[in-house]
């Protein structure tokens, strides 16, 4: 084989190969920012939402988060679960610029109110300047150069990421965590699970369709003050 024929060879895998890097980083780009994208969505334009978070530890339950939201509204009920068998309850109320947070554990039930600043609800410049780079060429980039990997976890068709520079991933893919992973569900493009080693966390939603019934508060007379 003549040396024009080697150079010629040579030449096409070159191309084909930056082709195909090609490829794969405007398949990343496009569902890093279609991912990016749906959360912005949801964040601005969604009458209300609710979100939960469990965290499993070597399969236990050790504490869940549940946040609702609409208008300026808030709650968010954290139950964290002890080792003793013991649990602690704090729900947070949030109306508008008020703020009441109540205790309950094996102490007894307790209550806090404080005067906050009145949460807006976030731009859309907001929403994105928490999940992408600073620039559009930086978040091309880190959105070009994170691998998503099609699996099926818990009976959902997901991405895996377990690499990125990403804000939406940064954060959760930084700590001293050998086994670091995250999954994102294909349909919804929202987080669906995470897992740092033995400690698992695992995410739901709901959008508009939170009651206003779940802002009623507690009987504040059967709660001691907190100090």
Same mark, same amino acid.
């Given at each position: 084989m003549d040396k024009k024929k080697i150079l010629k060879i040579? &030449? *096409? +895998?070159? @191309? &084909? *190969? !930056?082709?195909? &890097?090609?490829?794969? +980083?405007? #398949?990343?780009?496009?569902?890093?920012? $279609? =991912? !990016? /994208?749906? /959360? @912005?969505?949801?964040a601005i334009n969604s009458e209300s939402i609710y979100a939960k978070t469990t965290i499993k530890e070597e399969e236990n339950i050790s504490e869940t988060f549940e946040n609702y939201k609409k208008g300026d509204k808030e709650l968010t009920i954290n139950i964290m679960n002890n080792e003793d068998g013991n649990s602690t309850k704090i729900s947070m109320y949030i109306d508008g610029d008020k703020e009441t947070i109540y205790y309950e554990n094996k102490a007894g039930k307790f209550v806090q109110q404080d005067e906050i600043?009145? =949460?807006?609800?976030?731009?859309? %410049?907001?929403? #994105?300047?928490?999940? %992408?780079?600073?620039?559009? !060429?930086a978040t091309f980039f880190a959105g070009a150069f994170t691998p998503f990997k099609s699996v099926n976890i818990d009976g959902k068709d997901c991405y895996l990421v377990q690499k990125s520079s990403l804000p939406i991933f940064e954060d +959760?893919?930084?700590d001293d965590a050998k086994d670091r992973r995250i999954y994102i569900d294909k349909e919804t493009y929202m987080i669906v699970k995470t897992v740092a080693d033995d @400690? =698992?966390?695992?995410?739901?939603? %709901?959008? $508009?369709? @939170?009651?206003? $019934?779940?802002? *009623?508060?507690?009987?504040i007379n059967e709660y001691e003050p907190y100090v």
């Open positions: 040579c &030449l *096409i +895998m070159i @191309v &084909l *190969i !930056i082709a195909i &890097l090609l490829f794969c +980083m405007i #398949r990343n780009y496009t569902i890093a920012k $279609n =991912i !990016i /994208n749906e /959360n @912005v969505d949801k600043q009145k =949460i807006e609800k976030p731009t859309e %410049e907001d929403a #994105r300047a928490s999940l %992408e780079k600073e620039s559009k !060429i +959760m893919l930084n @400690v =698992i966390t695992e995410y739901e939603y %709901e959008f $508009n369709n @939170v009651d206003d $019934n779940i802002f *009623i508060q507690p009987d």
